[in-house]
T-cell receptor, first 113, second 116 residues
């Protein structure tokens, strides 16, 4: 089982819709959870982080964490074509030395006009 | 300011060359990282420096040699690389090391390395 799993996509949503990106992780002791956006040929950009169960909102973005289910998600409201990118879920856990960021393989999001 | 800078943006080198990648941050961050990213793959951790000391080496071949001259600078020295080492090399920093405190990592723009 991979440490951090994401559906590779592509996930296609119409402009203005809500995009829902999902991520599961295997290390039950994981402490910190991050969402990065990466445009083709560019470096990852941190867009959200969450440490506690529940929801965290920042503008059009909402991160949701459920530690019991080992599940973290990112909702993007009012999706725009500029949101089209690969979204990387990343987790800091306790296994494998613990003190490192482990990335999922990323979900490609396409927002269509 | 959450800026991490990297130079050069692009680098082409032969297998016998020696070159260095540079990374700089002025945010007072105490942890710095090197990652390697191949096309359509997530970043892979190579090295972690915490408080200017190497704390993690992810079994990286010795042809990659990291150096942290001071708290703001991180170098990656390259020697006798192979074509399969061609990738985007990313530097990142965080205020605190991963398991302590404020551990969000911010990435630089990367160096696109091509080994001929």
């Amino acid at each position: 089982q991979k440490e951090v799993e994401q559906n590779s996509g592509p996930l296609s949503v119409p402009e203005g819709a809500i995009a829902s990106l999902n991520c599961t992780y295997s290390d039950r002791g994981s402490q910190s959870f991050f969402w990065y956006r990466q445009y083709s040929g560019k470096s990852p950009e941190l867009i959200m982080f969450i440490y506690s169960n529940g929801d965290k909102e920042d503008g059009r973005f909402t991160a949701q964490l459920n530690k019991a289910s080992q599940y973290v998600s990112l909702l993007i409201r009012d999706s725009q074509p500029s949101d089209s990118a690969t979204y990387l879920c990343a987790v800091i856990g306790l296994t494998g030395g613990g003190n490192k960021l482990t990335f999922g393989t990323g979900t490609q999001l396409k927002v269509e006009l | 300011d959450t800026e991490v800078t990297q130079t050069p943006k692009h680098l082409v080198m032969g297998m016998t060359n020696k070159k260095s990648l540079k990374c700089e941050q002025h945010m007072g961050h105490r942890a710095m990282y090197w990652y390697k990213q191949k096309a359509k793959k997530p970043p892979e951790l190579m090295f972690v420096y915490s408080y200017e000391k190497l704390s993690i080496n992810e079994s990286v071949p010795s042809r990659f040699s990291p150096e942290c001259p001071n708290s703001s600078l991180l170098n990656l020295h390259l020697h006798a690389l192979q074509p399969e080492d061609s990738a985007l090399y990313l530097c990142a920093s965080s205020q605190d090391p991963p398991l302590a405190g404020v551990n969000e990592q911010f990435f630089g723009p990367g160096t696109r390395l091509t080994v001929l």
